[in-house]
């Protein structure tokens, strides 16, 4: 095992991540109902990183009052919500991990309670799941939300973190402006391949400018929506080209998203259906590319890398029902893994607010 790829580090910029292996976002819902990282949080993501993950993503995190997507998800826009991710930051580097955050609105998917009563996208169009439809949001709207990404980012560079990962992915806000299906505007933000990139364009230059060249920044991008008309890996890939263009250092592939049935999510995020998106896109560009879905063991995550498909491997459900996957393998104790049954509880909404899990009951 110690011979393993996976476990070479990886430097871009001025950060070594210690090797291959990460913590996807996963939006736990265990934050405060004011959006404050709780000592819960920070027990989860801790167990995880002191686990040889060399680099953690916190989950989606709301960058204004009206983007969360859980009543008890992080946020990262107000003083006291900042100081508390600098506890969580510190806990997962102290681990030995590289800390990342998930900057994300929910645009047309959210609950509309915590949207303030509005919903918000890219045009009056129906989210397919919940057949709410958002409000078109104006230009000068626009503005405000790429100014609400940017300055969340700049938070979490302040609070401590090494990597923002913007969230362009599962049917949230930025994904649904690059969609062609949800988005139907006739501006500047809509159209073209080149018009839909175009906000998540402004993000990363705007967050460049102020974030400085030392800081790594991240996008999640659903390179395939999986419905007709939809997204697909072709058009995403000139997208993330252009994202490239404006300095955008590490894309993490994942497709589809809330607007799929739950069971047909499932067969697209399974092994090896995104990890050869993650192929698809990593022979188009030329930095980083995180491949994730349906990785159960370190072979497998180790496949991914020896075959060239990606440069790093996220694995989040198997790291839920294990923590420990990762020691436990390196110190070849295989059977004593707790493997995760895809079961699924873990999405689904509990009464006392927090993810579970089916096989780990220490959450
Ligand atoms: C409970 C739960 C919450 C999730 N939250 C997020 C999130 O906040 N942001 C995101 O991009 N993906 C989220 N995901 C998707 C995971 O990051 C990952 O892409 C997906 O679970 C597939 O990888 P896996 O098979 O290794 O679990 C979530 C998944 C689960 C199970
Ligand atoms: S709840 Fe089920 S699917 Fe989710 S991590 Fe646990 S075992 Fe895996």
Redesign the pocket.
Known sequence: MASLKLMNPLTIRETTIPNRIVF?????NYAAENGEATDRLIRFHKTIAQNNVGLSII??TGISPFSKIGDHALCLYEKEQISSVEKLFKAIKEAGSVPAI?L?HGGRVMNPDLAGGKLVGPSAVPSPATGNTPHELSAEEVQDIIDNFVQAAVNAKNAGAEMVEF?G??CFLLNQFLSPLANQRKDQYGGSTENRARIVKEILRKAREKVGDKFIIGL?MSVEECVDGGLTVDESSKMVKMFVDESLDIIHV?AGGLDLEPQILTEV?SWKK?VNLAGDIKKQVDIPVIA????LSLNQAESVIEEGLADMV?????L?ADPELVTKTLNGKLDEIDECTYCLQ??APSEDPG?TCSVNENL
């Open positions: 996807p976002p996963i939006q736990t989950g989606a998930q994300n969230h992915a599962h999640r994942s995020w995104l994730v879905g349906g990785i996220a694995m989040g459900r198997s839920v873990c999405f993810m």
